[in-house]
């Protein structure tokens, strides 16, 4: 997944111009330096001049939060616009680098404005891989909530000590994990970030990466990773789908604007009565059923959301990430004293199973609904999710922001919070037919600095002859 740069868009949403202030310490002075965040200690490993040819160079330094919070930090050399600006990471994170999701043509991003940090949330891997978190609970500490908190903090003191001041307006965009981290920060430190952009969020961490990824499996693969249902019968079900559901969020577009009401039926597919070229046996269209549905227990109560109609295409290519999401999450992820390799095909789903999957619920996953003390500092919130995320279900995001409605409700909740579907999206990245363009960290800013609350958002076509006006979600 890659920065979707979106050249010649309109630039919507626009904050207030902040005058550009200059360091005034020199770069390679912040190298080997130690200072402390609260009682944690913060070592300046490297710090040396990018970009020094170019109209926006800026002083690249890493570092970490003692016990191993791994850090990186962008901060102008001549373009910095009093903002920072804390780009979360994806997966089970252990890298520091660049993600940012959603942010088409932001031109103070492009133009190099903000101080950027970036985190690996205190452990090296690659994104499935969780075998860090076995025995190391304060890993699963930093991962959860106290990487970007530690982080932020630190990234505050290096930018008071190079510019001598501190930043006017702190923001945090993410997706995925990111948004995660995104909804957590709100959450938990709801002073560390004036607006927040969370996308797609695995909020409910514990569950996702372990009774949705296995039930995907196990209705998709084999155990020697054969397809059940195979590609071409899911594109099909995939049109059928999109036949009966298109328009049903007012815009007929060729893809589910609105997931949630869409109920596919599937007979028309089914072998061999069906005159179409590709069709499904009962038993397939049985698959497919219990995807839409979601993971149930044996007396068919349902235990979290379904796949989303119109997100089948991507099924085939989800399905052997979801194995090792699922893999990891339970072999690694769940407190076991002395962790084992798990079959994800046997996962069950009793009390006894979920109670062991969210053994680090605590920890690791971000449903609070009471964002009171985030609103009443101030800070905005911007949730989007695509209606066919095969990954993390667009479902679950709908559900944490009826929880957060019910919880303030709505008119507090819309104070300081939006939620937007974009349609046709996959897991964090645009796709055609839908909008393959889409900002929403310039509305953010112009709510915060400007109090401007974005009640539409701009979404674009890749080649500029289809254009969205994605509407804020609205409780029933």
Not at 92 to 98: D, I, L, R
Not at 267 to 283: F, H, I, K, Y
Request: glycine share 10%.
């Amino acid at each position: 997944m890659a920065l979707v740069f979106a050249y010649g868009l309109p630039a919507e949403g626009l904050a207030k111009d902040l005058a550009v202030v200059e360091p005034v310490t020199r770069c390679e002075g912040l190298s080997g330096s130690t200072f402390a965040v609260g009682t944690d200690p913060v070592r300046i490993t490297a710090a040396k001049v990018n970009g020094d040819n170019s109209a926006s160079p800026f002083c690249e330094v890493t570092g970490y939060v003692a016990p191993q919070v791994r850090f990186a930090i962008k901060l102008p050399l001549k373009t910095w616009r009093q903002r920072m600006l804390f780009l979360g990471c994806g997966g089970f994170c252990g890298g520091v680098g660049t993600r940012a999701w959603a942010m088409a043509n932001c031109q103070p991003y492009e133009r190099g404005e903000f101080a950027v940090v970036y985190s690996d949330l205190g452990h090296t891997a690659v994104n499935s891989d969780a075998v860090w978190a076995s025995g190391n609970p304060q890993g699963i500490r930093d991962f959860g909530s106290r990487g970007v908190h530690v982080v932020q903090l630190a990234a505050r003191n290096l930018i008071d000590s190079f510019y001598r001041q501190p930043p006017k307006y702190s923001y945090f965009s993410g997706c995925s994990d990111g948004g995660r981290e995104a909804l957590m920060s709100a959450q938990r430190y709801p002073r560390d970030f004036d607006g927040i952009v969370a996308g797609a969020p695995a909020a409910n961490m514990t569950m996702n990466n372990s009774i949705y990824h296995g039930w995907l499996v196990q209705h998709l693969l084999s155990p020697d990773r054969q397809q059940l249902v195979d590609d071409s019968q899911l594109l099909a079900v995939q049109a059928e789908a999109i036949r009966q559901c298109d328009g049903l969020d007012g815009r007929v577009d060729q893809v589910i604007g609105n997931p949630g009401k869409c109920h596919p039926n599937l007979e028309r597919l089914s072998c061999p009565a069906t005159s179409q070229l590709v069709c499904l046996t009962p038993q397939q269209i049985g698959l497919v059923q219990a995807l839409y549905a979601g993971p149930s227990d044996a007396k068919g109560r349902l235990l979290y959301h379904g796949v989303p109609p119109g997100s089948e295409y991507s099924w085939g290519r989800q399905v052997r990430g979801s194995a090792e999401f699922a893999f990891n999450f339970t072999s690694f992820m769940t407190g076991a004293v002395r962790p084992e390799a798990r079959d994800v095909w046997k996962l069950g789903y009793t009390p006894a199973d979920l109670k062991r999957y969210n053994f680090n619920a605590r920890e690791l996953n971000a449903l609070d609904p009471d964002l009171g003390a985030f609103n009443s500092g101030g800070g905005k919130l911007l949730v989007w999710h695509g209606s066919a995320d095969s990954s993390i279900p667009p479902g679950s995001s709908s559900a944490y922001i009826e929880a957060v409605r019910k919880r303030m409700g709505v008119a507090k909740a819309n104070e300081f919070l939006r939620f937007y579907l974009v349609p046709g999206m996959a897991h964090c990245t645009p796709i055609a037919p839908g909008p393959t363009a889409v900002n929403f960290l310039d509305p953010l800013m112009q709510w915060v600095e400007d109090g401007i609350a974005p009640n539409s958002i701009p979404a674009w076509s890749a080649s500029g002859a289809a254009d969205w006006n994605l509407k804020p979600y609205v409780s029933d």
